[in-house]
C-alpha cells in the first residue's frame, strides 16, 4: 500500500496554496507549521515573508485566511496576535486519515518508506570471549537492537555487526591451560546451557589466571602461545576456536533473554580483521597519514594533546610490532566501505571510548576512506547508574551481571503480572513476567536520551504508573480486552460524526506516528518514539476515561470508537515492536 498523506502534510499543502495566491513570490514557502495549544495548529511563517515583502504581518495574514479553502480538511482557521494563523482540523479529516492508515494491510500503518535508502553498518552489542556480560553490555545492546529495528523499517539497508572481543594476550594463557588441561570445556551433556557454558569459561579462565600469576614457567608458555596464535598455528587457532564457540552459546542464551536477534553470521569480532592489519598500516604509512614514532606507527593531531602539552598520538601498531585496537578499527572501517559498501558506519558504543573514535574516524577521513559519501558515527551512551546515582554495582562493590539484573526485572514483573491478572495459569504468568520484565529493562533505557546517564531502578520500571513499558503494555492489553468483549461487533470509521474532545485529541496524536518514526530513526533517537508512545497510551487513558466505548449512545458511534481503539493498539503494538518489547494480549 502507498504510504498516507498525514493530517499536517494535508494542512500545509493548503496553507501553500493560500499563500502562494495571496503573495506569487512566496511560492514554495514554508508555513512553519507545528501542533499548537491554541489549536490543532498553528502556522508562524508569515511573519518572515511580510518582513521580505515589507508588508503588513497581519493584514497578510488575514489576506491568506481569506483564500484557505475551508472544509473537508480545515474546518477553521483565523489569525492570532501579530499574524500567527490557528488552525482546526474537521473531525471528518481525522477520521477518514486513521482510517487510511487502518486499512493499510501491511501493518506498516501508512509509514512510508525512505525516497533514497543507503547501506548502514551498525556495529553495537560487543561482548568480550571469556567473559561474563555484565550491565556495562546491556546499552549497546539495547539501543544497537531498536536502531536496527528503526533502520530496516524505513526502508534502509541494515548490515549488523557485532565486534565481540575474541584476540589478544589472555587467550595465549586460557588455550595454554587449556591444552595442560584438556578436558576442561567438555560436557556431560551435548545439550549444554548458556549458563554452564560460562560456568565453564569463568572457572577455567579463573584457575588459568592463578597458574599464571604464579607460575613464571608456565607464564612463559603462555606468552609463547600468543605468538603462536598471531602466526596462526591450527592447532592453536583450533583450541582457541573452542573458546569463542563456547562463548556463543552463553551470548546466545543472554540475548534470547533480552529478546533480542542475534544471527551467528553478522558476529566478526577482532579477530575477523587479522589479515588486513598488516595492509592498513601499510597504507597508513606509504600516504604519509601515519608516521613512525619511537618505533610505533602513530597518526598524530593537532588539537589532542596530553596534560603535559604533547601530542597524544593513535598508536595503529606497537614498536614491538604487535596491533592496537585502532589498527582493527581501521581495517573494520576498509571492510565495511570496500566490501559491505556502507554509506553510514554506525557505532553504538559508550561514551568514554569518544576520544578513540574520534582519532579513529579523523584517520580513516584522512586516508580517503571516510569522505562526503562515507560518514562515521558514534552513537555514544551514558552509564547505567544505581539509585544512589553511582555506577552500578553490586553491594560489594562489583560489576553487576547482566544476566542477575534480568532475572531480577522478570522477578518482580511476575509478581506484578500475578497480582493484576489471576485468571492466568502459572505459565501464562511466567510468559507475561519475561515479556513485561525485560521490556521495562528496555524500555527504561530507551527512553533516556543515548548520550545521557540514567538510574537502574526496578520498582520504578515495573510499576503500572508513569512512563514505563507496563503503562504502555496495560494500555494495550485493555485495549483488547475492550475489543474481545465487543463480540460481534467490529470497528469500522463513521467520519461523519463529530468527535469528542478527547477523541480528537487521540486522532491528532496518532497520526504524527509515521513522522515520529522517521524522525526517530534518522536522529538514531528511539527516545523520541517513547516519548510518542507514551503520550499515546497518555491520550488513549484520558479517551477511556471521557468516552464510552461499548456503551456509546448510537451503534456507530460504539463501532468508531472500537476503530479507534484499534488503531491506538496497533500503534502501540507497532511501536514497541521497533522498540524490541512485546505487547501481551492480556495482563
Known amino acids: 500500500m502507498a504510504s498516507v498523506t498525514s493530517l499536517s502534510d494535508n494542512v500545509q499543502q493548503h496553507l501553500a496554496s493560500a499563500l502562494s495566491a495571496t503573495l506569487p513570490e512566496a511560492a514554495g514557502a514554508d508555513p512553519l507549521l507545528r501542533r499548537s495549544d491554541r489549536a490543532d495548529f498553528q502556522a508562524n511563517g508569515i511573519l518572515a515573508l511580510a518582513k521580505k515583502a515589507k508588508a503588513n504581518p497581519r493584514e497578510l495574514a488575514t489576506q491568506v485566511v481569506s483564500r484557505v479553502v475551508t472544509g473537508d480538511v480545515i474546518q477553521d482557521v483565523e489569525v492570532s496576535g501579530p499574524g500567527f494563523l490557528n488552525i482546526t482540523v474537521a473531525d471528518k479529516a481525522i477520521t477518514a486519515n486513521l482510517a487510511a492508515r487502518y486499512a493499510d494491510e501491511t501493518g506498516r500503518l501508512g509509514v512510508p518508506f525512505a ?4 547501506t548502514t553498518v551498525i556495529d553495537y552489542a560487543q561482548p568480550n570471549v571469556a567473559k561474563e556480560m555484565h550491565v556495562g553490555h546491556l546499552r549497546s545492546a539495547v539501543i544497537g537492537d531498536s536502531v536496527v529495528q528503526l533502520l530496516e523499517f524505513t526502508g534502509e539497508n541494515v548490515v549488523r555487526r557485532h565486534h565481540i572481543g575474541d584476540w589478544g594476550t589472555q587467550f595465549g594463557m586460557l588455550i595454554q591451560y587449556l591444552d595442560e588441561h584438556p578436558h576442561e570445556l567438555d560436557h556431560k551433556d551435548a545439550r549444554v546451557t548458556g549458563e554452564e557454558a560460562m560456568s565453564n569459561l569463568d572457572r577455567l579462565y579463573k584457575a588459568a589466571r592463578r597458574k599464571f600469576d604464579s607460575d613464571e614457567e608456565f607464564k612463559t608458555r603462555a606468552r609463547r602461545r600468543v605468538v603462536d596464535l598471531q602466526a596462526g598455528d591450527e592447532r592453536t587457532l583450533a583450541m582457541w576456536q573452542k573458546f569463542v564457540d563456547e562463548s556463543k552459546i552463553y551470548f546466545f542464551s543472554v540475548f534470547e533473554k533480552l529478546d533480542m536477534e542475534i544471527r551467528d553470521a553478522d558476529i566478526v569480532g577482532e579477530s575477523g580483521y587479522n589479515d588486513m592489519l598488516a595492509e592498513t598500516c601499510r597504507l597508513l604509512e606509504e600516504s ?12 598524530f593531531f593537532d588539537d589532542i594533546k596530553g596534560p603535559d602539552g604533547n601530542p597524544v ?71 547505567v547508574l544505581g539509585k544512589d546515582g553511582k555506577p552500578f554495582k553490586t553491594r560489594e562493590g562489583e560489576t553487576v551481571r547482566l544476566v542477575d539484573l534480568l532475572d531480577e526485572a522478570i522477578d518482580r514483573a511476575s509478581a506484578v503480572v500475578r ?4 485468571e492466568l495459569s502459572e505459565e501464562e504468568i511466567a510468559e507475561r513476567g519475561a515479556q513485561v520484565g525485560i521490556g521495562a529493562v528496555k524500555y527504561a533505557d530507551l527512553s533516556t536520551s543515548a548520550n545521557r546517564d540514567y538510574k537502574f531502578d526496578l520498582d520504578q520500571m515495573v510499576s503500572l504508573n508513569g512512563d514505563t513499558s507496563v503503562y504502555l503494555q496495560y494500555a494495550y492489553a485493555r ?32 497520526d504524527s506516528f509515521a513522522e515520529t518514526v522517521r524522525e526517530a530513526a534518522a536522529e538514531y533517537a528511539p527516545h523520541k518514539l517513547t516519548a510518542y508512545l507514551y503520550q499515546v497510551a497518555s491520550l488513549y487513558t484520558s479517551f477511556y476515561d471521557k468516552c464510552p466505548v461499548l456503551r456509546a449512545e448510537t451503534p456507530a458511534q460504539v463501532e468508531n470508537r472500537l476503530f479507534l481503539c484499534d488503531v491506538t493498539a496497533r500503534t502501540l503494538h507497532r511501536g514497541m515492536a521497533l522498540l524490541g518489547i512485546r505487547t501481551p494480549e492480556k495482563l
Open 115 to 118: 525516497d533514497q535508502p543507503g
Open 313 to 383: 598520538p593513535l598508536i595503529v601498531q606497537k614498536s614491538d610490532g604487535g596491533y592496537g585496537y585502532a589498527a582493527t578499527d581501521l581495517s573494520a572501517i576498509r571492510d565495511r566501505v570496500f566490501n559491505l559498501k556502507a554509506n553510514t558506519l554506525l557505532y553504538v558504543v559508550d561514551a568514554r571510548q569518544a576520544l578513540h573514535f574520534r582519532m579513529v574516524f579523523e584517520t580513516a577521513r584522512r586516508a580517503g576512506w571516510l569522505n562526503d559519501d562515507v560518514t562515521a558515527v558514534q552513537l555514544a551512551f551514558g552509564t
Open 288 to 299: 604519509g597519514v601515519a608516521v613512525r614514532s619511537e618505533g610505533a606507527l602513530c597518526v
Open 419 to 422: 497480582e493484576k491478572a489471576q
Open 479 to 510: 485495549i483488547q480486552s475492550i475489543l474481545r468483549k465487543a463480540g460481534e461487533v467490529s470497528p469500522a470509521a463513521h467520519p461523519e460524526l463529530p468527535l469528542h474532545e478527547a477523541e480528537r485529541a487521540l486522532g491528532l496524536h496518532l
